[in-house]
């Protein structure tokens, strides 16, 4: 059974950072891509970047140049550097390993709330 559990979101002002944490139960995220999604209200839950297993990411355009992914395969943990935020990043994000676009392999963490407002 593989569980996630996120952590670090909070509320932000436009321009700031803030680090979010997914602990994962299972030793996945050494095996497998592992990524970040978020849900915006009202929007369909999107990828926003994945990290391969040879270390190599991807990046949605709206987040590039401003997110960086990250893994620690001991922790079995993975990381999200969010800086510059922008209002449009609110969402509530949550990570698992990426089957499409839309759609985590396990079922989702509760996920941690990113708020960016003045």
């Known amino acids: 059974q593989v ?3 996120e952590s670090g979101g909070g509320l932000v002002q436009p321009g700031g950072s803030l680090r979010l944490s997914c602990a994962v139960s299972g030793s996945i995220v050494s095996n ?3 990524g970040w999604y978020r849900q915006a209200p009202g929007k369909q839950r ?3 970047t994945a990290i ?3 270390g190599s990411a991807h990046y949605a355009d709206s987040v590039k140049g401003r997110f960086i992914i990250s893994r620690d395969n001991a922790k079995n943990t ?3 550097q969010m800086d510059t935020l922008k209002p449009e990043d609110t969402a509530v994000y949550y990570c698992n ?3 499409t676009k839309n759609y985590g392999m396990y079922d989702w963490g509760q996920g941690t709330l990113v708020t960016v407002s003045s």
């Open 3 to 5: 569980h996630f559990v």
């Open 32 to 34: 497998y891509p592992m």
């Open 78 to 80: 993975i990381y999200l």
């Open 97 to 99: 390993a990426p089957l």
């Open 46 to 48: 999107e990828l926003v």
């Open 52 to 54: 391969r297993i040879n």
